[in-house]
Antibody, heavy 115, light 112 residues
Framework: EEYLTESGGALVQPGGSLRLSCGAS????????MNWVRQAPGKGLEWISY????????YYADSVKGRFTISRDNAENSVFLQMNSLRDDDTAVYYC????????WGQGTLVTVSS | DVVMTQSPLSLPVTLGQPASISCRST???????????LNWFQQRPGQSPRRLIY???NRDSEVPDRFSGSGSGTDFTLRISRVEAEDVGVYYC?????????FGQGTKLEIK
């Protein structure tokens, strides 16, 4: 069975940092472009970052540009999201999603930014 | 950024009746390769989103054939031919023609 599993979500103070991980099971991650998408409590979906298979193409939403960094380790079958300078409005469930058109999603990991 | 506008935002439907959701974009979603990258997602209560339709009208595997997508350019529609109880949730359109990727606001489908 193929699935994605996010981890690393936690309660963090404003201005703090957190690193999220997304692991792939049942398939090799190194043949897929990957994304991070978030969903604030009770709100809609917001795409925030994309990384190509070889990491040569990376995109960010303006809302996270300069604060978040996406990366991947194909040998570890994982994708990461380093989140710095966290703000209250970064509070959300963070999902990783496979392919440019988000054909597979993980179960999400909750990030809460609060003092 | 391309703005995706869905309507209606709330959709009460009687079981067994059809349902339709509209999604309009502020720019054409036709990519330079000739394909149109418009997707539909379903998010059931308490679950992660799940893609139903990609490139306007292609159903994902295990998606019931009562779901269909259509449209072109800037105007797209998701149709459910006969709504079932398991269809309750929020439906989103998303474009992956342009950067940044953008979603519609979501349409909440409920049973009357």
């Amino acid at each position: 069975e193929e699935y994605l599993t996010e981890s690393g979500g936690a309660l963090v103070q404003p201005g703090g940092s957190l690193r999220l991980s997304c692991g792939a099971s049942g398939f090799p991650l190194d043949i897929y472009n990957m994304n991070w998408v978030r969903q604030a409590p009770g709100k809609g979906l917001e795409w925030i970052s994309y990384i190509s298979i070889t990491s040569n193409i990376i995109y960010y939403a303006d809302s996270v540009k300069g604060r978040f960094t996406i990366s991947r380790d194909n040998a570890e079958n994982s994708v990461f999201l380093q989140m710095n300078s966290l703000r209250d409005d970064d509070t959300a469930v963070y999902y990783c999603a496979r392919e440019g058109s988000l054909g597979m999603w993980g179960q999400g990991t909750l990030v809460t930014v609060s003092s | 950024d391309v703005v995706m506008t869905q309507s209606p935002l709330s959709l009460p439907v009687t079981l067994g009746q059809p349902a339709s959701i509209s999604c309009r974009s502020t720019q054409s979603l036709v990519y330079s390769d000739g394909n149109t990258y418009l997707n539909w997602f379903q998010q059931r209560p308490g679950q992660s989103p799940r893609r139903l339709i990609y490139q306007v009208s292609n159903r994902d595997s295990e998606v019931p054939d009562r779901f269909s997508g259509s449209g072109s350019g800037t105007d797209f529609t998701l149709r459910i031919s006969r709504v079932e109880a398991e269809d309750v949730g929020v439906y989103y359109c998303m474009q992956d023609t342009h950067w940044p990727r953008t979603f519609g606001q979501g349409t909440k489908l409920e049973i009357k």
